[in-house]
């Protein structure tokens, strides 16, 4: 049994997908961005853990101007979560050791 019209069903099709459920776990996902690459936020730098497509957020870790994670006292990451439109905003990419 069919329960949406076909219009619904032809659009997650052009989209790549054949059902609302594959859909879902897709924008569910998370994104593990693994790269060398680390950002410049309000005077201090990060390095991307992941991107949440559900949630349209980046969330980021604090580093050291060497690229090595800087911990709390109790031995935690600082960490960053950021609106990914904010995030293209005011994110610049920086070099480790560039200072």
């Known amino acids: 049994m069919v329960l949406y019209d076909d219009y619904v069903l032809e659009h997650l099709k052009g989209r790549g997908f054949q059902e ?14 693994r790269s060398e690459k680390y ?14 497509v559900y949630r349209y957020e980046v969330r980021l870790q604090e580093i050291d101007i060497y690229g090595e994670l ?5 031995g935690k990451v600082y960490k960053l979560r950021l609106n990914i439109d904010r995030f293209e905003e005011i994110a ?7 200072i």
């Open 20 to 33: 609302i459920k594959e859909l879902h776990m897709y924008i569910t996902d998370y994104i593990f961005h």
């Open 39 to 52: 950002y410049a936020i309000q005077e201090k730098f990060y390095r991307m853990s992941v991107i949440d």
């Open 70 to 74: 800087i911990l709390n006292e109790n």
């Open 92 to 98: 610049e990419i920086f070099e480790p050791n560039s």
